[in-house]
């Protein structure tokens, strides 16, 4: 199964994917000195970067991470990107599938805190070739962390087992 998963910010991106089989990942960084004038078209740089991604993939799932809201205007770019996104898989008749970096963070190391340089180290412990040290920001290892999880049949968290179990109840 193709797939492909996004860690996604107008400041640094990145992409994770399987194709045939193959682990392989990109990142890149939207933010240009000399953008004062047309600051909105990194937005499109960041939309074609996306689209191309999806294409050279070919995914039957796209994986995303839920933007956590923060408050204020903060979060309203990445619920852009989440959304843009969606369309692009829609488009192309793609499955989404979302997690809570909190429920990744759980996942892949057994604590939902986690920080930054655990995620990355636990991603490496199961990534040939993948090295945090070359990954500015850890947004290739969360978007590989998406991967596994997907891989791994996208489990849901214990709580939300208790929360299905509690429904089927009633």
């Known amino acids: 199964m193709n797939i492909i998963a996004f860690d996604s910010s107008l400041k640094r991106s990145a992409w994770a994917g399987v194709r045939d089989g193959v682990v392989m990942w990109d990142s ?24 191309g991604a999806i294409e050279f993939i070919e995914p ?40 809570y970096p909190t429920a990744l963070k759980l996942y892949l190391t057994g604590n939902g805190k986690a ?8 991603v490496a412990a199961r990534i040939n070739g993948y090295d945090p040290v070359l990954d500015i920001g850890g947004d290739v290892g969360d978007a590989l962390a998406q991967i596994l999880w997907m891989q791994d049949g996208a489990p849901e968290s214990q709580a939300a087992q208790k929360r299905r179990a509690k429904k089927e109840l009633k």
């Open 60 to 99: 039957s799932v796209c994986v995303l991470e839920l933007p956590t809201p923060h408050g204020g205007a903060s979060g309203k770019p990445q619920i852009m990107l989440e959304m843009t996104l969606r369309e692009l898989c829609a488009v192309r008749r793609i499955k989404v599938k979302a997690i």
């Open 115 to 122: 920080d930054k340089s655990e995620m990355m180290q636990a």
């Open 28 to 51: 890149r960084s939207f933010i240009k000195p000399n953008d004062k004038e047309f600051p909105d078209l990194r937005f499109h740089e960041w939309r074609l970067w996306a689209a």
